[in-house]
């Protein structure tokens, strides 16, 4: 079973910048790619940037393009979320997820990390 450690959440003000990284504890974190995805109170869980195995390809949601940028580093076991510009809108718990394939679509997430609150104030 894999683990995964989401960290670097925090309160920052509108405009400002965080970096999110997420640890897996797997020999086999360099054969999948991964996700990060938000859930805002009362809201349901979206997709926010994925990237593929080797990092050579990402994706991202309309609403962080330009803003946000993901990346990982495989020697490390570790997938980033380097997010700037931050919005209010932005506040939300953050997840960072594996999946076998690049894809949006959370159905092909297998295994999700504990979440790290990232809060915006305007």
């Known amino acids: 079973q894999v683990q995964l450690v989401e960290s670097g959440g925090g309160l920052v003000q509108a405009g400002g910048s965080l970096r999110l990284s997420c640890a897996a504890l797997?020999?086999?974190?360099?054969?999948?790619?991964m996700g990060w995805f938000r859930q805002a109170p009362g809201k349901e869980r979206e997709f926010v940037a994925a990237i593929t195995e080797s990092g050579g390809r990402t994706t991202y949601a309309d609403s962080v393009k330009g803003r946000f940028t993901i990346s990982r580093d495989n020697a490390k076991n570790t997938v980033y979320l380097q997010m700037n510009s931050l919005k209010p809108e932005d506040t939300a718990v953050y997840y960072c997820a594996r999946a076998p394939i690049l894809t949006d679509l959370r159905q092909f997430y297998d295994a999700w990390g504990q979440g790290t609150q990232v809060t915006v104030s305007s």
């Open positions: 797997t020999r086999t974190f360099s054969t999948y790619s």
